[in-house]
């Protein structure tokens, strides 16, 4: 295992880790804990009580950021005609068919944040799987990444809607905004994030569904938060 540098175990001293913070206090650690010259970002990582090997029990989909992401989301869009005319309208930064279609299966290019698709072209990108997939990012119905609007859907990409899904150990990591968002706009993500995301349990899985909680900026260290505060705080 690689040790950790000298900035890593400076900060780390700061943290409690057999402690469970309220929101408050882990956020307000989440900022000294980063120790980055760049504007690292803050992210939720949750343990989910489900089994990833079973299908009907992976969790996939969407949450919006009342705040947004503080960063620049790239997006492209598949799609032709009148749709492609209104992706490019609504600020996409890549709009096409055949062509992206050809550069992202003969060169592996993937330098895009979401890929959305208009229901029609899905019958051409089904091939990009192999590269799309493992990147999450192959459109998707369930992701609110297949639609016919495909206008909003970029609208809403850029404005703070941020795709997910669990990793092969359950966790799911959801970016809730930079180090330099003020506290109370870090809150009010991290709070819509842990509703939106309570929402999604699959109706297979048993017992409880978050099962821990953490916080970190980036390169930084994991900061455990108390599920009660967050659950209350979600219900206030």
């Known amino acids: 295992?690689?040790?950790h540098g000298k900035k890593y175990r400076e900060v780390i001293?700061?943290?409690?880790?057999?402690k469970n913070y309220s929101i408050d206090e882990a956020l307000d650690?989440?900022?000294?804990?980063?120790?980055?010259k760049f504007d690292g970002t803050v992210e939720l990582h949750a343990l989910l009580g489900?089994?990833?090997?079973?299908?009907?029990?992976?969790v996939r989909g969407t949450i919006s950021l009342p705040k947004g992401t503080g960063k620049n989301v790239r997006v492209?869009?598949?799609?032709?005609g009148e749709k492609a005319d209104q992706a490019r309208q609504a600020g996409a930064d890549f709009v096409g068919s055949d062509d992206l279609i050809d550069r992202i299966?003969?060169?592996?290019?993937?330098?895009?944040?979401?890929?959305?698709?208009?229901?029609?072209?899905?019958?051409?990108?089904?091939?990009?799987?192999?590269?799309?997939?493992?990147?999450g990012l192959m459109p998707s119905p369930k992701a609110g990444t297949v639609t016919d609007d495909v206008a909003q859907a970029v609208k809403e990409f850029k404005a703070g809607k941020v795709e997910f899904r669990n990793d092969r150990t359950g966790n799911i990591?959801?970016?809730?905004?930079?180090?330099?968002?003020d506290k109370m706009d870090l809150q009010e993500n991290l709070i819509a994030a842990f509703e939106q995301l309570m929402k999604m349990k699959p109706e297979n899985s048993k017992g409880k569904f978050i099962r821990k909680a953490t916080i970190a900026a980036t390169m930084g260290p994991g900061i455990n938060i108390d599920l009660n505060t967050l659950s209350l705080a979600s219900v206030a």
Do not use: C
Request: net charge positive; proline share 7%; hydrophobic share 35%.
């Open 1 to 3: 295992m690689p040790k």
């Open 13 to 18: 001293k700061l943290v409690d880790r057999q």
């Open 29 to 36: 650690l989440v900022k000294k804990t980063s120790y980055t």
């Open 50 to 58: 489900i089994d990833p090997k079973k299908g009907d029990q992976n």
């Open 76 to 80: 492209l869009v598949f799609a032709e």
């Open 105 to 135: 299966n003969n060169e592996g290019w993937t330098d895009f944040d979401v890929a959305i698709a208009s229901p029609d072209i899905m019958r051409k990108i089904g091939r990009l799987g192999k590269v799309l997939g493992p990147r």
């Open 173 to 181: 990591h959801i970016p809730i905004g930079k180090v330099s968002f």
